[in-house]
């Protein structure tokens, strides 16, 4: 079955520094990757997302690339800002049957202004 | 924009006690989902829902729990009998179809077992 491995937190930066939380998977076939975010007190909401090898999903700033020979989905950030600062889940995709999300632990990242 | 709404936002209940955690999905999507996720751990899939049954279901969703869509518009998480491990937050998600499948999901219905 599908499984994915992310980076322990809590990840604590200063502002405008470089972001990279590390994720790589396990999966039958090829899923579509997800990251999404939790902010304090909220749900989930879908950060970026991308379907197949190569793609590169990106959004507010972070992106992420789906690299298939590493079964890797690594999140990155050029310039975090202290609204930045809540919990990433990476969360690949089964794309067949239910196409039921499976989440990573999660990796807080704090940044500090 | 649409989105995924769930009540109540906070329920505390006794050990042995039954919840109803409710949610109502986007409008025009056909597939539904709980998911929760226990306070520090990572989100768990519970179950999904198609077509007025369930289609896929966890090893933690066990005869303790049910769900159902009563009226076309709601969509229902029920625990029959409440445990201490059952406190976590809940969350509902609904997603539309080919060809995103891309899943929504709702703020969540923490659920505090004393």
């Known amino acids: 079955g599908n499984s994915v491995t992310q980076m322990e937190g809590p990840v604590t930066l200063s502002e405008e520094a470089f972001l990279t939380i590390n994720c790589t998977y396990t999966a039958t076939g090829y899923p579509s990757l997800f990251w999404y975010v939790q902010y304090p007190g909220e749900g989930l909401q879908l950060l970026l997302k991308a379907t197949k090898a190569d793609d590169k999903g990106s959004n507010k700033g972070f992106e992420a690339t789906y690299r298939k020979e590493t079964t890797s989905f690594h999140l990155e950030k050029g310039s975090v800002q202290v609204s930045d600062s809540a919990v990433y889940f990476c969360?690949?995709?089964?794309?067949?049957?239910?196409?039921?999300?499976?989440f990573g632990t999660g990796t807080r990242l704090k940044v500090l202004a | 924009e649409p989105e995924v709404t769930q009540t109540p936002s906070h329920q505390v209940t006794q050990m042995g006690q039954e919840v109803i955690l409710r949610c109502v999905p986007i409008s025009n999507h056909l597939y539904f989902y709980w998911y929760r996720q226990i306070l520090g751990q990572k989100v768990e899939f519970l179950v999904s829902?198609?077509?007025?049954?369930?289609?896929?279901k966890s090893e933690i969703f066990d005869d303790q729990f049910s769900v159902e869509r009563p009226d076309g518009s709601n969509f229902t998480l029920k625990i029959r009998s409440t445990k201490l491990e059952d406190s976590a937050m809940y969350f509902c998600?609904?997603?539309?179809?080919?060809?995103?499948?891309?899943?929504?999901f709702g703020p969540g219905t923490r659920l505090t077992v004393t």
């Open positions: 998600a609904s997603s539309d179809v080919w060809p995103t499948y891309e899943q929504y």
């Open positions: 969360a690949p995709r089964r794309d067949s049957g239910t196409y039921k999300y499976i």
């Open positions: 829902f198609y077509n007025n049954e369930i289609s896929e």
